[in-house]
């Protein structure tokens, strides 16, 4: 339990941190990628534009300055004459350095992207030639390829890092909870054991006491077994949360144990249960499953009204066990301490006529035990309703 407790607690520290990194990270990478694509659009624009000036100034077409001899510049300039043909010699012209039908045109030329910006070289309104500026986008692409492998790669490292400091961080936080956890269980447990022999003599001594004063002694034996089942209750919770009892899971008929519980139930406590169900076979522990199912028709004969509708059936992949009864139900407040030890629906009931408050918080632990679940709903027309799921395979 704290282990799994412990890794969420890693894991979620982990999982912030990617979020963050995520949200930064790709904010500045969308922010970048815009900011190169905006610079490249504006580089070729000024080329294009010198270029126009030139030509407006001269009154007629005039080739770009690079013309006659090499360039190192990433920017190709290319005039065209308004009937389409190319300012210069023809064989220095690439197929594709043409005139976009855009102002802004991206190409793939030789695997890489191309980027076109068309100007218009107008005079009183009388084209007098057409400009066209290109470069490579390879720059600006191979600047983003690897800022996105530095932010994957650091954002592994970080996220790694994060889970393992997370981790020891975690493992810190829940030490102190995890020792007063199993000093408590641990307390409950031996507290429980060395209560059953003591108990046990006592309850003797007592039986031959009785058979002077039979009313004296028949209410000191009610408290002993009060006092037993008390014990044997948190023996069986201690060790049901601490994964020390000896469960084996086999094959079970749900059908068969709860007709058992059922019997059991109306000889000690009088309660009228309505058994209805097909064949429905489980995999869990005969007799924890059986103790569970006595903890929950218990509490029906105190708080249930002492009538329940009992049902088991197949759902899906598990086996489902269901007790309705027709009693007050419970309060939203109270229905989520249900489970808790030693909880009352009443703190004002006594233990004779309230129970212990062990009986939901045992029954859960044995089922959970078992790999099954337990909860509670309210009963269509009034009372509460215990369900228990128990794996089919």
Known sequence: MFRSLRFRMAASHAAVLAIIMLALGGGGYTLLARGLNRAATDDLRTAARAQVNRIVEEGHPVPPPDSDVPSTSAVQVAVFFPDGARLGEQGEAQSWLRPGANPVVDLTVAGERVRLVTLAARRGGTLLATVVAARSLEPEERLLRRVRLLLLAGGAVAIGLSLVAGWWLAGRAVRPVQRAYEAQAG???????????????????????????????????????????????????????????????????????????????????????????????????????????????????????????????????????????????????????????????????????????????????????????????????????????????
């Open 187 to 393: 307390f409950a447990a031996d507290a429980s054991h060395e209560l059953r022999t003591p108990l046990t003599f006592v309850r003797s001594g007592v039986e031959v006491l009785a058979e002077r004063d039979p009313e004296l002694g028949e209410q000191v034996l009610s408290e002993i077994d009060y006092l037993t089942g008390l014990t044997q209750r948190l023996l069986a919770l201690a060790r049901a949360e601490r994964g020390e009892l000896a469960l084996e899971l086999v094959p079970i008929d749900l059908g068969e144990i709860c007709r058992s519980a059922a019997r059991r139930s109306e000889a000690a406590s009088g309660t009228r249960l309505a058994l209805r169900g097909g064949t429905a076979i489980a995999v869990g522990d005969r007799v924890a499953t059986e103790a569970a199912l006595d903890a929950v028709l218990e509490n029906v004969g105190v708080h249930g009204g002492g009538r329940a509708d009992l049902t088991w059936e197949v759902d899906g992949d598990r086996a489902l066990v269901s007790v309705a009864d027709r009693g007050p139900g419970l309060p939203p407040e109270l229905a989520s301490r249900a489970f808790d030890r030693f909880a009352r629906a009443d703190p004002s009931r006594t233990r004779a006529t309230g129970g212990a408050g062990l009986g939901l918080a045992l029954a859960r632990a044995l089922v959970e035990a078992q790999g099954g679940t337990m909860w509670l709903e309210d009963t269509p027309g009034g009372g509460l309703t215990a369900r228990i799921a128990l794996p089919r395979s």
